[in-house]
């Protein structure tokens, strides 16, 4: 039952996709309705109590599937399996990166790669700029965020102490 557990979660982990909560409906599939080993009610409370552990909730309901049916080992067992495809595609993504970040097409590669994550961040910074900025007071607390961590270089956990402050002594 220990390696039926270990490549369950083995195959959760490879072959699910779009974070946490998309990786419930295919622990529920595999652990509720094909292997039978928590009914609907217990898989409920799994994801209620992963969702209040700090952690991922894909690891978090791993561990205490494994646990629930095969005590320590099988929480040791099961959250190994749900996280062992990722640690092998970093590691081959690593050693790649190590044995490739000299060559020139790389390094090319790799700034092309930097300009697409600006453009994610950007992408993003529009998506939520029109929501966030509501009114005179919050755009000239956000421009003056803007400049004060730009000219200074400003820690960004500082800037947010110091806006939230603006905003509550003054807005």
């Given at each position: 039952?220990?390696w ?7 195959k959760?982990g490879?072959?699910s996709?779009g974070g ?11 652990v ?19 969702q ?6 894909a ?10 049916k095969?005590?320590?080992p099988?929480?040791l ?6 996280i ?12 790649s ?6 060559k020139?097409w ?9 300009l ?6 950007a ?15 919050t ?11 730009w000219?200074?270089?400003t820690n ?16």
């Amino acid at each position: 039952m220990y390696w039926q557990m270990f490549f369950t979660f083995m195959k959760i982990g490879l072959f699910s996709f779009g974070g946490g909560y998309a990786i419930l409906a295919m622990i529920q599939q595999e652990v509720v309705i094909k292997n039978l080993w928590l009914t609907q009610s217990q898989f409920v409370d799994v994801v209620a109590i992963s969702q209040m552990t700090p952690g991922p909730i894909a690891i978090n309901a791993a561990t205490f599937i494994g646990y629930q049916k095969g005590g320590i080992p099988g929480a040791l067992l099961c959250t190994f399996g749900v996280i062992f495809p990722s640690l092998i595609i970093m590691l081959i993504v690593t050693i790649s990166y190590l044995k490739l970040k000299g060559k020139a097409w790389f390094k090319n590669l790799f700034s092309k790669l930097r300009l697409l994550s600006v453009g994610l961040i950007a992408a993003a910074l529009i998506m939520v700029f029109r929501d966030a900025m509501q009114d005179m007071f919050t755009i000239l607390v956000f421009l003056l965020c803007l400049i004060v961590t730009w000219k200074y270089k400003t820690n960004p956990f500082y800037m947010l102490i110091g806006a939230a402050l603006i905003g509550i002594l003054l807005g």
